[in-house]
């Protein structure tokens, strides 16, 4: 193999001054230097559609021109998805249907895009859904059997009970807390299983969450987000701060494309060669 095999895990609303305290086997993972936690900063507006854009596409909204979640419409591109497929790689995605509608087709159809699978497109086998409350444990079942099935090089994971929670009970919610705790809990069954694979993993978020339930605009609970770093191939002590807008064209170097997304070379271990 000359690349690794990346998952890139996004919570989907997750505040870095939450996840900083509620992840608890991630934050285990942390302690015994398999993984690293970093603050990142989301670009503007801190809103989902724009920002799954830049975090696929290394460009800001304003670049993107996916400025706020009612542009419904195909990314301009070029995206880590359609890159990866170009080259030969397998793709895949559990997530919300916005990202079907991004790199797949637009506007999403769930009868025909619930349940892709067809190596011509750029997410080739998808499980996308379209419900806020799709629990997130159902999910992780459904990203854990695409790994399974058909061993994707990128695999993109995507829940979104964190968020849905945050919009029913703001930033400083039990319930908003503790649906981040849920997750981390949820995922810990996985994590393990997907490491023996021979997967590097990225955690992240698009954007965190204010006390009015909602999210967009510049405060530091809504533009602070985590970064979690798990695996060998990434180096745990970055020398320079990593940009949200770089993490698409960091993981196309790790899968080994050709690109010209901006990227975080700091981010990578230099030692480390596939197995
Ligand atoms: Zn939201």
Redesign the pocket.
Known sequence: MTHAKVIYLLI??LAYQVAQHSMGYLLALCESGEASLHPLQSELPSL?RPLYETLLTGQTPVQSGIRHNGVTRLSHGPSLFGLAQQAGLVTAAAAYHWISELYNRSPYDARRDRFTQDPSLPIQYGRFYHQDHYPDDHLLIDADDLLRRHQPDLLFIHPMNV?DA??QFGLSSPQYRNAARRFDILLSEFLPDWRAAGYQILITSD?G?NDDR??GGSLACEREVPLFLLGEAFNHSPSAPPRQRELAGTLADLLGLEHGLPACPALLNPHWRPA
């Open positions: 989907d609303g989902s968020d945050g919009h954007h969450m909602t999210h």
